[in-house]
Nanobody, 115 residues
Framework: QVQLVESGGGLVQPGGSLRLSCAAS????????MGWYRQVPGKQRELVAL???????NYAESVKGRFTISRDNAKNTEYLQMNSLKPEDTAVYFC?????????WGQGTQVTVSS
């Protein structure tokens, strides 16, 4: 079993920044992939960014150049640095991990971008 604990969500003005963190614990293998998804009520959950155990990254087109995903393998923690935030970034953000072919999700953290 793997647990994912998120932090860093909140309210920010357009153009502002937030940094999300997700710490994994439990039965963690030496190699696993992590990422972030987000969801707006009434809409499908969408991929924001992925990062492999080796540090390779992929981003949704809508966040390229504004968001940066990273990880600290020693801490089993991933981060999402969100800059130049827009109102359309408002969503519940979910941490995501695949460990030994099993998918795990965090509880979700609200990010609201509004003036």
């Amino acid at each position: 079993q793997v647990q994912l604990v998120e932090s860093g969500g909140g309210l920010v003005q357009p153009g502002g920044s937030l940094r999300l963190s997700c710490a994994a614990s439990g039965s963690i293998s030496s190699r696993y992939n992590m990422g972030w998804y987000r969801q707006v009520p009434g809409k499908q959950r969408e991929l924001v960014a992925l990062i492999s155990s080796g540090g390779n990254t992929n981003y949704a087109e809508s966040v390229k150049g504004r968001f940066t995903i990273s990880r600290d393998n020693a801490k089993n923690t991933e981060y999402l640095q969100m800059n130049s935030l827009k109102p359309e970034d408002t969503a519940v953000y979910f941490c995501y991990a695949v460990v030994d072919y099993r998918t795990y999700w965090g509880q979700g953290t609200q990010v609201t971008v509004s003036s």
